[in-house]
């Protein structure tokens, strides 16, 4: 069926309701990657298996994550005219007795987490109903309830392989509103005033660089998408592709008709098997109702969106080596300016953004621009999501607004160091950030007030380091990485990060000297100045906010023969 | 790899968006390695030199030249694996499959002599709830501490 009107949307509205709250009962299961390395996959064909077996009159279907990744494998049963009710650490031994219980209208309370009355979805708002007053509200849940859900509004909730419930809790709404109703130079003039900046890391006004691609000479232009999350400890793009992978491609729509452009791509790591997969069917689905394709809900629009692959090589997150990957090329990156929206892919402007930056799109229309530019502070509107992993006891995908304390995501959320144990530093942004010390974590998280510790935003994640974690060490991991991923192209990048590594090798090894840490100071220092981009030129961050903050324990490794 | 599957991977891949990596991507998973004379096949069929098409296999860690073991494991070494204990995990791996601990160029691929396991290292799955984790095959298994090696390993057929 193609949609071509509003009625046509708002009857698969209704039949996606239907199925995310059917007159019987409804059983989810989190499926993202890491719900099924836990066994959620298995717990799923089991629970089809059972109801099929006794022709049961239940649905089970496949949902996302919802962040909580240290009580998975999380389950979702929905009795009708009852609150959704989440379970947690289910195993498989459990699926017979869920289901019999659903049948009677119950739950098995020693496995219930949370009880979900409504939901704000932002594009919809769902009603559930009372019942299980025993099992906590999700409000009451810490982890929860200091969150704002914004992008992660509908993770763990819908199917995000059924085009139908996204659709169903007002999914495609923004877009049609948009095609239908809105010219594309106030969606740019929204998207401005929105105050949304770029959630790659560095913050570029997402509306101010769409202004500059429509502007830029050609008609045959691209957009792309940035979902080559490369940074090792972030997951935030994987979880929102494959929990909810309409919600990019609406953002992208609504993006590439307020820039007129009709060609997109998204630039996905080799490393994330299940998100091209769902993304690919999320496409094949979004097709089918003629959201991509020609004449896109009948407003003469034409708009298709194709998928490329990356291959395993950190630089091509960066913008120039990301565009010289998807043209099947080495990744090395090149100078700027010519900026990709002057000479992107294939020599046309390029709008380059990441997954998250086009997910804020949908609800920047649907709610409009007061409303999205309330969160957060002036300056860093909206939320952010974040992993929050490492030595934290609530390891798990946070969302909160931009200017929340790291004090509130690592205590108040994350419940403080694993095992009890005390919390000495949170790294941020991947290998092109910093340490910063537990004193400090009354810095708000923005992008300038993290820019001033010394580290930076990144794409979002936050590993935390207990008081086992040496810091010296994770200097050296991070040159590793950093020495053994550059593209090789420059001098500074290329040799500078070999001779840092050679350095701190020496220093772990009790072989360092006095004049070695002041060696690694101005290498860092050349480093950074005389790098051709932006990942040589961030590399030293993470030796130089260890040196600042830690400087002690590079002392302890200093033997009396080198001071 | 025979012409007619190469033919095929070719076929789906008809915008140059993306294009090349991904006939690359293909065959690396179908093969589980880029032999030399599938590279040469495909320089002549897509009209590129083979220089260029060596330059990505080598460029980018996802491709790989040798012919891996019969399986896979790659350790995720993303920072969250770092702090909680992957480097013990990778030495206990070397010691278990009694493979060399050498890496070229901050890559490290090695296999048994046997052909039977193949050991890389990754730089993140995106998997870091789990951390610290590793993969086989493709499965996914998360809180990996070294004691539950030998377990996982007995999985694929070794034998202590």
């Known amino acids: 069926m193609i949609i071509r009107s509003q009625a046509d949307l708002e009857s698969i509205r209704k039949r996606g309701l239907t199925k995310i709250q059917p007159n019987h009962p409804r059983i989810g299961i989190g499926v993202s990657s890491c719900g099924i390395a836990v066994g959620g996959m298995a717990l799923y064909h089991r629970m089809q298996e059972i109801i099929q077996n006794n022709s049961h009159d239940i649905l089970v279907v496949k949902s996302g994550c919802i962040g909580y990744c240290k009580e998975e494998p999380l389950v979702s049963v929905y009795i009708p005219g009852k609150s959704q009710i989440l379970l947690h650490k289910v195993s498989i031994d459990d699926a017979e007795r869920i289901i019999s219980l659903a049948c009677k209208g119950d739950i098995p309370q020693d496995l219930a987490l949370c009880r979900i009355p409504d939901w704000d979805h932002i594009t919809g708002n769902l009603v559930y109903g009372d019942g299980f ?106 979880n929102e592709m494959e929990s909810d992978p309409h919600m990019l491609l609406e953002g992208m729509l609504i993006g590439a008709y307020g820039m007129d452009v009709h060609e997109g791509l998204i630039y996905i790591r080799a490393e994330y098997p299940l998100a091209i997969k769902r993304l690919t069917l999320a496409l094949d689905q979004a097709r089918a109702y003629g959201l991509l394709g020609k004449n896109i809900l009948n407003s003469g629009f034409d708009f298709d969106i194709q998928i490329a692959t990356g291959a395993g090589a950190f630089v091509c997150g960066e913008s120039t080596a990301l565009v010289a990957s998807i043209e099947g090329k080495t990744g090395r990156p090149r100078l700027r300016p010519p900026r990709l929206t002057e000479k992107g892919v294939f020599g046309r402007p390029t709008d380059l953004n990441n997954v998250e930056t086009w997910c804020n799109v949908p609800v920047i229309i649907g709610k409009g621009a007061a409303w999205y530019s309330a969160i957060g502070t002036k300056g860093n509107t909206g939320t952010k999501v974040f992993s929050l992993v490492g030595k934290v006891d609530n390891v798990g995908m946070v969302e909160v607004p931009l200017g929340t304390s790291l004090q509130t995501i690592i205590y108040d959320i994350g419940n403080g160091g694993a095992l009890g144990k005390g919390v000495k530093a949170v790294q941020t942004g991947g290998p092109s950030g910093g340490c910063i010390p537990q004193r400090l974590f009354d810095t708000p998280v923005d992008f300038e007030n993290l820019n001033k510790v010394g580290t930076m935003m990144g794409s979002g994640g936050l590993v935390v380091m207990d008081e086992d974690t040496n810091m010296v060490d994770i200097a050296r991991y991070f040159i590793n990485f950093a020495s053994s991923e550059s593209c090789g192209k420059c001098v500074p990048c290329r040799e500078g990060l070999k001779h840092m590594l050679l350095i701190l090798n020496r220093i772990i090894a009790g072989k360092g ?50 001071r | 790899m025979d012409e007619k599957s190469l033919d095929e991977i070719i076929a789906q891949y008809a915008s140059p968006s993306g294009r090349i990596l991904g006939i690359l991507r293909e065959i690396q998973i179908q093969e589980r390695h880029v032999p030399m004379d599938t590279l040469k096949l495909l320089s002549e069929k897509i009209e590129i030199p083979l220089s260029q098409l060596y330059s990505l296999v080598t460029f980018y860690s996802f491709f790989s030249l040798q012919r891996v073991g019969e399986h896979l494991i790659t350790v995720c070494m993303g920072t969250p694996c770092h702090v909680k204990g992957a480097v013990k995990n990778l030495k206990v791996l070397q010691e278990c499959l009694g493979i060399s601990g050498e890496s070229q160029d901050g890559k490290y691929l090695q296999t048994t002599p046997d052909n039977k396991f193949t050991v890389e290292i990754a730089r993140c799955f995106g998997a870091c709830s789990m951390a610290p984790v590793l993969q086989v095959d493709g499965d996914l298994y998360g809180y990996v501490i070294p004691e539950k090696i030998p377990e996982i390993l007995e999985k694929y057929g070794w034998k202590r």
């Open chain 1, 133 to 238: 007053e025993s099992v906590p509200d999700y409000g009451e849940i810490p982890f929860f309830s200091h969150q704002k859900k914004v992008i992660l509004r509908d993770c763990g909730l819908i199917n995000p392989e059924d085009i139908d419930e996204y659709i169903g809790i007002g999914g495609y709404f923004a877009a049609f509103k948009a095609l239908t109703s809105i010219p594309p130079d106030t969606i740019i003039e929204e998207v401005k005033k929105s105050g949304l900046r770029g959630r790659g890391g560095a913050g570029f006004p997402a509306g101010l660089k769409w202004e500059i691609t429509k502007k830029a000479p050609g008609s045959e232009k691209f957009i792309v998408c940035n979902a080559d999350e490369g940074d090792p400890g972030a997951y935030m793009n994987r």
């Open chain 1, 513 to 562: 000297t006095q004049n070695d840490i002041k060696l690694l100071q101005e290498l860092s220092d050349t480093v950074q100045k005389t790098s051709l981009c932006g990942l040589g030129q961030t590399a030293p961050n993470p030796v130089l906010t260890t040196l600042k903050y830690f400087i002690e324990e590079y002392d302890q490794l200093i033997t009396p023969e080198g």
